[in-house]
């Protein structure tokens, strides 16, 4: 299986597992003190979790590079997003020249490789059909605008610690394994300046760092979007770790509300691989 198509089922992987854990309880002895301690984190997480951009049509460009192991490659995508429901990407790593274009629903996801003819498919139904989710992009979407990792149903206070400028949470909760469908514990730490609530950084991991994936923002812009103005982090940085430790930096630049196209047609001649 191909690099590439490794990075977007781990992706989609870490959507899932959020999206079917279940919070964990008993944090704290005092019941009144863990009441207390849950809504104040929740005042701080509410517009970074509870409220989101209202997208029907955005458009980005990408520029950046992806690290992993000793290769180290320069990343330059077109993407546009439709709504909840799609996500449209143009990959010119090298001299403007495209060599691959992706195509991700809330069920499918389709990869063109242009470098060896291929199209490569992958379906993430069966996922979804056993965890009941409806809103799988969404989570992905939210995760490129700044948004928090973690539906605020989930925030359940283990520490705290503030200083002048930020608020630091660590939230420990149980979920079920995708891959051995036992459950397991898992870590979520996030970064917040408590002034403006723009998350800063955010990390979920296992709680023998098997498995991670980290987020770094910077660089925040403020974009118009249906429902207001949302901070919109234009310097991202994530690091995801599975076996194999997986660095991808990226600036975006040139984002746009305006309706676009989703071109996205397949060569006959190009084989068909499934993963």
């Keep these: 299986m191909s690099k590439l198509s490794k990075i977007l089922i781990l992706s989609f992987s870490v959507h899932l597992l959020l999206n079917s854990c279940k919070s964990k309880k008993g944090l704290f002895r005092n019941k ?9 984190i929740k005042n701080y997480l509410k517009d970074s979790i509870a409220i989101s951009p209202k997208i029907k049509f955005l458009s980005f460009k990408l520029n950046g590079k992806y690290e992993c192991k ?16 799609l996500i449209w990407a143009s990959i010119t790593p090298l001299l403007g020249i495209e060599v691959a274009r992706v195509l991700a629903t809330t069920d499918s ?35 490129i605008l700044g948004r928090a990792f973690l539906p605020d149903t989930l925030v359940n206070s283990k520490t705290m ?16 394994d995708i891959k051995t469908n036992l ?24 709680h023998n760092k098997s498995q991670s994936l980290g987020a770094s923002y910077s660089d ?11 901070a919109i982090p234009f310097q991202q940085s994530f690091h995801i770790f599975d076996g194999d430790d997986i660095k991808i930096e990226g600036k ?7 309706k676009c196209m989703f071109p996205f047609n397949i060569s006959k001649k190009y084989e068909v691989v499934y993963f």
């Design 183 to 206: 459950p397991d514990t898992y870590n979520y730490k996030t970064n917040i300046i408590k002034k403006e609530q723009k998350i800063v950084s955010q990390n979920i991991a296992k």
């Design 161 to 176: 610690v503030r200083n002048k400028d930020t608020l630091s949470v660590l939230t420990t909760f149980n979920a079920f």
């Design 70 to 85: 000793e290769r180290n490659l320069p990343i330059k995508a077109s993407v546009r997003i439709y709504k909840d429901s």
């Design 109 to 143: 996801v389709f990869v063109i490789n242009r470098l060896q003819s291929q199209v490569m498919k992958g379906s993430v139904k069966n996922f979804t059909e056993q965890y009941n989710i409806s809103n799988g992009l969404e989570s992905i979407i939210n995760v």
């Design 32 to 40: 009144n003190t863990a009441k207390s301690s849950q809504e104040s």
């Design 252 to 258: 975006l630049s040139k984002m746009d509300t305006a």
């Design 220 to 230: 925040f812009q403020n974009i118009s979007f249906e429902n207001g103005v949302f």
